[in-house]
């Protein structure tokens, strides 16, 4: 599979992520749901555009040590007491996560390699 591919399934996949963010403020009652809808669509939108264009590593880099800082905030409020995952009451957990995967995924973006054009 091409790197295009992955770029374009990751956009469908981030954009879906930025979708289910809307439903934060009712279900979570969290009043910063705009931040998650913000950081999951800047992220698909990124995917979509680097399947068509060659952007520099540090863009890349730059995204992930910022989500990477966020996860570990997000980090020291989960209450491991309470179940961690798909609760209600305790976000943090779910929250870290999905930072997690934005910081790996665009790691795996920074570091790709891409095919050399082929000489004549």
């Not at 996949?13 to 998650?36: C, H, K, S, V």
């Not at 950081?39 to 399947?51: D, H, N, P």
């Amino acid at each position: 599979m091409s790197r295009k591919f992955f770029c374009i399934f990751s956009f469908i996949l981030f954009a879906l992520f930025t979708y289910w963010q809307l439903n934060d403020l009712d279900q979570y009652g969290t009043q910063w749901w705009q931040g998650w809808v913000l950081t999951y669509g800047c992220t698909s939108l990124l995917c979509l555009a680097s399947a068509f264009v060659a952007f520099p590593r540090w863009v890349f880099i730059t995204g992930a040590v910022l989500a990477i800082a966020h996860a570990f905030l997000r980090f020291t409020a989960i209450q491991f007491e309470e179940t961690i995952l798909f609760n209600y009451d305790n976000p943090a957990g779910n929250e870290t996560g999905g930072l997690l995967i934005v910081c790996i995924w665009l790691i795996t973006l920074a570091f790709w390699k891409k095919k050399l054009p082929k000489e004549h």
